[in-house]
C-alpha cells in the first residue's frame, strides 16, 4: 500500500500513520510519501507540536457536550468559534488527551513503531527544497528524499491513498 | 638527593622554556616576587609572536587574523632575558638545555611551558593527503585557521565534518564551538538548508559527563548538528573524501574541520621527559616533574588529567609561586593545585556556556562568580557569557600576562553551584 | 553511590554503571561482567585490561586507544576485534576504570 500525505495538521497526521501500521500488521508492504505540509510529520523539530485546527474543520462536533444538553454532541461547531485566540491550543490539547485514552501513540512515537515494523518512508525532494528542510532532522526512518516520479516508480501496481 | 638550596652565592639562573601564556605569566609573577639581585630570569621561545589562541577559533569567522598577534618582548616586563630561539635538548645531568643554534644556557630551576602542539602526521592521509589545507582543515595553528576562514567563505554546499582525533586535546571544548559557529555561519547566510554538518568524536557523545549530558545533551539536536560518536579514525581517504574508522564506517565529505592528535613538543621527547605523547609526567598537585625536582611544567605540557587550557595555566601559576619559592628555600610545598579549569563554550547565535570545574567535580548547573546573581550562568548558553567571552580578550592581554590577580580565585569554589540530585 | 551485585560480588558504580572504587575489581569480576555483553575473556583480552590498568596506576587516566596501541603494543584493529563496536567504552567498563571523557 502507498500513502501520500501532504497534511500537516494533527488530525491530518493520524489516518495514514494508523492506517499503515494496520497494513503492516495484516503483512502488507507499505509506502509512505511526505509531500507539503505532511513533511511536517517527519520533522523532529515539528512533528511533536503538530496542531489541530478548528477553522475549515466544518465538520468538528464534541462528544462531551451531549452532557450539556442531548443531541449538541452531533452538532457542529460555529466555524467562527476557531478565530478566537486560544482555541487551536485548546483543541489541539483535547485531541491529544483523546488519543492518549485510546493509547494511540505520539506522532514521534508512531513514526519509531512504524519504522521497527518495516514501513518505508520517504520525503518530497521538490517540498523539501522548497521549505529549506534539513536532513539531521527528518525522523531517522526516513530513507530518503525522492522525487514525485520516484515514488511514483516505487508505488506501481500499490494501492493508493491520499490524505 | 642534591642538598644543595636554590639559593646559593652569586645569581640563580631562572630558565623558562615558551614565552607563551603559561610562561609569560609565570615569568611576570616571579619576576615580582623573587629577590632581583639574586635571580636572572630568561625565557626561551622560537619565535617572537605572541598569539591570543582563543582567537583561532574566531578567525575563520569574523576575527582579522592580525588581532591575535602580539610580540612577546613586549609582553615580558623590564628585567626578563628574552632569548629567541628553538630548543634542541634538555640536558638535566648538567642543568643545560641545548639550543638548536648549538648554544647552551644553564639554569638552576627550569620551567617547562612549551604547551601542546597539533601533529597532523599522526593520522594517515591528514597531513600527507592531497586535501590537506584545502578540504582538510584544522584550527589549531594560525596557518590552520586563516586557511580555514578562506575555504569556509567559499564552502556554499555539501556536507562539514567538525572531527576529533583523540583525546586530550587543547582547549576541549573547542571543536564544539566551531560546530555551533559553522552552523551559526550558514544560518546568517541563509543556505543552513544546503550544508550537512556532523559532529565526530572518539567518546561517546558530544557531552560526556552527567550533568553536562543531561543539561546540554539536547543542544546538537536542536541545531540540527548530526553526531557521530565512538568514531576511533584510523585515516583519511583523500581520494574518495571520507573519513574512515577502525570499524568500518566511512563519513564522506566535502569538508573536513579536524583536530589533529595533540602532542607535546619535540625536544620534550628528544630529552626523554615526555610521555608517549610528549607530555611532562608530573605531581598533579604540585606540577614538578616527577623524575628532576629542578624542573617544574607548567600549562599544556604537563600530563596533569585536566583540560589543556589557559584558564588551567593562569589558576595552576598563581599556586605555583609560592610553592616554586619554597622549593627553593627547600621547605614543603603549600599549596596544591586542584586541576580548576573555567571556560566559556561559545554556543552560536550570541550566546555562550561557562564551565568551571576541577580534578574531582565535574561541570554543575548555576551561576558564576557569585551565587544567584551571577551574572553569569553556568552549563546554559546566554548572553552574559558571550559577552564575557570575548571581554576575556582584553583581561587575557593587560591583567592575565601581566600578572595581575583576577578577581576569581585559582581554587575552585563550590559557591553557586548546584549539585545534581541523587 | 548505588552499588552492583554479580555472581555475589558486590562492587560500587556510578550512574553508567562503570566501577568507581579501583579496589573492587578483580579478573574474576571482569569475565563475569564480559559474559554480560557476550564476550567470552580470553588470556588475550585480559591482557589489555591487565595493561590499562598498571597503566592508569601511573597517570591517574583510562589509556586511549592510541596509548593503549603505542605504549601497550596492542594493535588498534585488535582492539577493535576483541571488543567489537565501541572497545574505548567496553575495555574501560571491563577494567574497572572512568568511561573516557571530555571536559564536559
Known sequence: MAFICSKGNLDMAYPALIMGNAALGEGVEVHIFFTFWGLDIVNTKTNDKLKFTLSGNTAMHMPDLGRIKPGLEHVSMPQVLGNLPGMTGYATRMMNKQMEEQEIPTVPEFLDLLQASGAHMYACRLTYDMMKLLEADLHPGVEGVISAGDFIDIAEGAQVVFV | MDTRRGIVGGMNKLLILGAGTAGTMAANHLLATLDKSAWSITVVDQDTEHRYQPGYLFIPFWMKPERVVKDRRELLHDGIEFVEAGIAKVHREEREVELVDGRRLSYDWLIIASGTRPDPTLVDGMADGSLWRDKVHEFYTYEGSVALKKSLAEFTEGRILVHITEMPIKCPVAPLEFAFLVEDHFRKQGIRHKVDITYVTPLDGAFTKPVASKELGGLLKDRSIRLAADFAVERIDNEAQKLVAYDGRELPFDLLVTIPPNVGQQFVMDSGLGNDAGFVPVDKHTLRSVVDERIFVLGDASDIPTSKAGSVAHFAVEEFIDNFVAAVDGRPLPNAFDGHANCFIESGRGQAMLLDFNYDTQPLKGTFPVPVVGPMTLLKPSRANHLGKLAFEQIYWKMLLPGHKLPVSSHMSMAGKRQPKE | ?104
Open chain 3, 1 to 104: 553511590m548505588p552499588t552492583n551485585t554479580l555472581n555475589d560480588r558486590t562492587f560500587e558504580v556510578d550512574a553508567e554503571g562503570f566501577l568507581t572504587r579501583r579496589d573492587d575489581w578483580s579478573e574474576d569480576l571482569a569475565a563475569d561482567m564480559a559474559a554480560l555483553i557476550g564476550i567470552d575473556l580470553s588470556d588475550e583480552h585480559l591482557a589489555i585490561l591487565r595493561f590499562m590498568r598498571e597503566d592508569s596506576a601511573q597517570t591517574g587516566v583510562t589509556p586511549t586507544l592510541r596509548r593503549i596501541q603505542t605504549v601497550g603494543g596492542f594493535d588498534i584493529k585488535t582492539l577493535f576485534a576483541l571488543y567489537p563496536g565501541k572497545p574505548a567504552k567496553k575495555m574501560a567498563w571491563l577494567s574497572g576504570l572512568p568511561k573516557p571523557v571530555g571536559c564536559v
